[in-house]
């Protein structure tokens, strides 16, 4: 294709003129410029970006097909977790390293056995937090306490044992807060800019690296139990992955399972609070499965309703409201070319929103999500880890680990909101409550 073609292939392309930057402040983020753009111009929607030369969103299921296959994200707009990675950026390394990482991700973090080896401490670290809840009596910041949960479940998981002795548990947690706090204060630019956050998070990212260090020379010493698929650490030694590898992934699993959990059970309960007699319905699976014990990993399969309210919450307030990836070479998308290099957007909350495929799109309806309809949609209309290559491999732990959470929580307790506190998502990476979530607890007669 010469220049000139190029340029009219791609002004074929609906959307608007313009630097973008004005627009996707006016809208609150680029999730809900996203949304606007799709119902003003249709499913496929070029956009001006600063720093991307060509960006393009697209909506519909079945012309996601041809982008699924693709393996490969833009580096732009992952510069920013760069400085966290020594060993390469994993979100965007290339796909003949990320292939084999994929697949000792997936072996641990996909299999039953790592999640019934853990499922016990992550429900005692839940009653933590509702005994805690249970003593408080005002109000609780849902998004605050839940996601701080998911960091210590996400922690016990990927650094076993070795996270618990002594304070390092309490240190650990903290540490990464920093980290984050600094490197998402700089992506959407409410660092403050002195100087201290950058010098607290270098280290604290110091104390992280060293931790990793410290378990990972402890797992050398300790032969690994022959037949055991649980152990994420003792996996990626296994495979030989370098040591800097695998603490780059410690770090990348404790950033990608910690918000993106605590937010999915934020959103879940400040619905349910909502919706009292969808919440009750739960209430009375749960009793009806669990009787009086706490939940077993056997039992989430018979929790069916509380799945389908789960399911429906992520729809509605999408943990991970977009994705992205590089077209690698020249392709189609439906009608429309698409050069190497575009930066092709996966606007999975659009996505989720989507009136064709999602009829009342803003009511909230577990029953969507009952076998036959489920059956009955495409396969792409439904997407909150994603897809393709470079899906999240958390999905299955993450499932267990919200349905979990959510089972512990609605057994003891009923949510009402807080009247009068403005809950306005918003995008800090995953999609996130301004103001938090604030509701009151009332104890669950059982
Ligand atoms: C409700 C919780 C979670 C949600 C909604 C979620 C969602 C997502 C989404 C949307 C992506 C990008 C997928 C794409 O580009 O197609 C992703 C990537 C990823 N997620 Fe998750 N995630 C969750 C929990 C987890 C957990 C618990 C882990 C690990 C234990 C995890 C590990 C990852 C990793 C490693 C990636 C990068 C994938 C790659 O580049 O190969 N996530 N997640």
Not at 134 to 142: M, T, V
Not at 226 to 244: F, T
Request: glycine share 8%.
């Amino acid at each position: 294709m010469t220049a000139t073609d190029l340029g009219s292939a791609w002004t074929s392309i609906p959307g608007p003129d313009g630097d973008g930057l004005a627009e996707i402040a006016a809208a609150g983020g680029l999730h809900n410029y996203q949304l606007r753009l799709h119902a003003e111009y249709g499913s496929v929607v070029r956009f001006p970006l600063p720093g991307v030369p060509r960006a393009v969103s697209v909506a519909d299921p079945v012309l996601l097909e041809p982008v699924a296959r693709i393996d490969a994200r833009p580096d732009a707009l992952f510069e920013f977790l760069a400085p966290l990675q020594e060993s390469g950026n994993l979100q965007t390394m290339d796909a003949a390293e990320h292939v084999p990482w994929r697949r000792v991700l997936l072996s641990v973090l996909a299999g039953r056995s790592s999640h019934e080896r853990h499922f016990a401490e992550f429900v005692a670290l839940t009653e933590d937090v509702a005994d805690r809840w249970a003593a408080a009596g005002g109000p609780i910041a849902l998004q605050q306490d839940l996601s701080e949960l998911s960091l210590r479940m996400i922690c016990a998981y990927a650094l076993g044992a070795g996270w618990r002795s002594g304070e390092r548990a309490g240190r650990v947690v903290a540490a990464f807060e920093e980290v984050l706090t600094e490197y998402l204060g700089r992506l959407y630019e409410t660092d403050s800019g002195d100087g201290a956050g950058g010098v607290r998070a270098e280290g604290a990212l110091a104390y992280l690296r060293a931790t990793v260090d410290d378990i990972l020379a402890a797992h050398r010493r300790d032969a690994r139990i022959p037949g055991d698929d649980s152990d994420l650490i003792a996996a990626l030694a296994a495979a030989g992955q370098p040591p800097a590898r695998i603490r780059d992934t410690v770090l990348m699993i404790m950033l990608a399972a910690h918000h993106t959990t605590g937010v999915a059970v934020s959103w879940t309960l400040y619905l349910l609070a909502q919706h009292p007699a969808i919440a009750d319905r739960v209430a009375a699976e749960l009793a009806e499965v669990l009787g009086d014990r706490t939940p077993e990993y056997r039992d989430l399969k018979r929790l069916t309703y509380l799945r389908m309210v789960l399911q429906e919450s992520m729809r509605l307030y999408t943990p991970g409201p977009y994705g992205a990836r590089e077209a690698t070479e020249d392709m189609a998308v439906g009608r429309y070319p698409i050069p190497a290099g575009t930066t092709i957007f996966l606007p999975f909350r659009a996505i989720h929103m989507n009136p064709e495929y999602w009829p009342a799109p803003d009511r909230f309806d577990p029953d969507r999500f009952a076998p036959e309809p489920s059956a009955a949609r495409h396969r792409y209309a439904y997407l909150p880890f994603g897809l393709g290559p470079r899906g999240c491999e958390g999905a299955a732990l993450a499932m267990v680990e919200a349905e979990l959470v959510l089972a512990v929580l609605i057994r003891r307790f009923r949510f009402e909101p807080v009247a009068g506190h403005p809950v306005t998502p918003i995008e800090r990476f995953v999609l996130w409550a301004a103001d938090d979530i604030r509701v009151h607890l009332t104890p669950r007669t059982r």
